[in-house]
T-cell receptor, first 112, second 117 residues
Framework: GDSVTQMEGPVTLSEEACLTI???????????LFWYVQYPGEGLQLLLK?????DKGSNKGFEATYRKETTSFHLEKGSVQVSDSAVYFC???????????FGRGTSLIVHP | GAVVSQHPSRVICKSGTSVKIECRSL??????MFWYRQFPKQSLMLMAT?????????EQGVEKDKFLINHASLTLSTLTVTSAHPEDSSFYIC?????????????FGNGTRLTVT
């Protein structure tokens, strides 16, 4: 079945540091890939998505590229801010299913 | 953009009582809504898929008589935790997709923190 593996957190960074949160997946066919963000005490929000190989999703300075050859969708940001502190979820959805598969989430803590 | 409203945001109840959580899609119709439970250390567990006008589909291990789901209209799904116990204390999140039949992202409510004393 489909699965998503994220790096374990928490990831702790200083403000303006570079961020990479790794995400790899296994899926049948060609899934769509998503990153969601959950700020403290809230539900999840879509951060970015990519629907086919080599697509790059981007939003709020975050980027992730759909790499079919490595089955990866790593989340990157060149300079993090304190306000980026949140939990980040990688997710996929295969074309034949309307139920997404989520990773376990990675907590990001950014210090001033 | 599509908005999902979830109420209440926090609820405290006594053991043995029932609690109802509402999930509304405010500006779109949702034929399918999903209910998640979030455990400490953030992992999300899909509890059930709520289908408008039909019975919910529960994931393995989720008691359907304990967690009653009703999806009476295209904009409202409710989760009722019946005879709540302290172990039911958790963060419950609903979500919906604004276009059925497509691979589109989910829109999430802000969650409900349930504490059973």
């Amino acid at each position: 079945g489909d699965s998503v593996t994220q790096m374990e957190g928490p990831v702790t960074l200083s403000e303006e540091a570079c961020l990479t949160i790794n995400c790899t997946y296994t899926a049948t066919g060609y899934p769509s890939l998503f990153w969601y963000v959950q700020y403290p005490g809230e539900g999840l929000q879509l951060l970015l998505k990519a629907t086919k190989a080599d697509d790059k999703g981007s939003n709020k300075g975050f980027e992730a590229t759909y790499r079919k050859e490595t089955t990866s969708f790593h989340l990157e940001k060149g300079s993090v801010q304190v306000s980026d502190s949140a939990v980040y979820f990688c997710a996929l959805q295969s074309g034949g299913s309307y139920i997404p598969t989520f990773g376990r989430g990675t907590s990001l803590i950014v210090h001033p | 953009g599509a908005v999902v409203s979830q109420h209440p945001s926090r609820v405290i109840c006594k053991s043995g009582t029932s609690v109802k959580i509402e999930c509304r899609s405010l500006d779109f119709q949702a034929t399918t809504m999903f209910w998640y439970r979030q455990f400490p250390k953030q992992s999300l567990m899909l509890m059930a898929t709520s289908n408008e006008g039909s019975k919910a589909t529960y994931e393995q291990g989720v008691e359907k008589d304990k967690f009653l789901i009703n999806h009476a209209s295209l904009t409202l799904s409710t989760l009722t935790v019946t005879s709540a116990h302290p172990e039911d204390s958790s963060f419950y999140i609903c979500s919906a997709r604004d276009r059925s039949g497509e691979v589109s992202p989910l829109h999430f409510g802000n969650g409900t923190r349930l504490t059973v004393t």
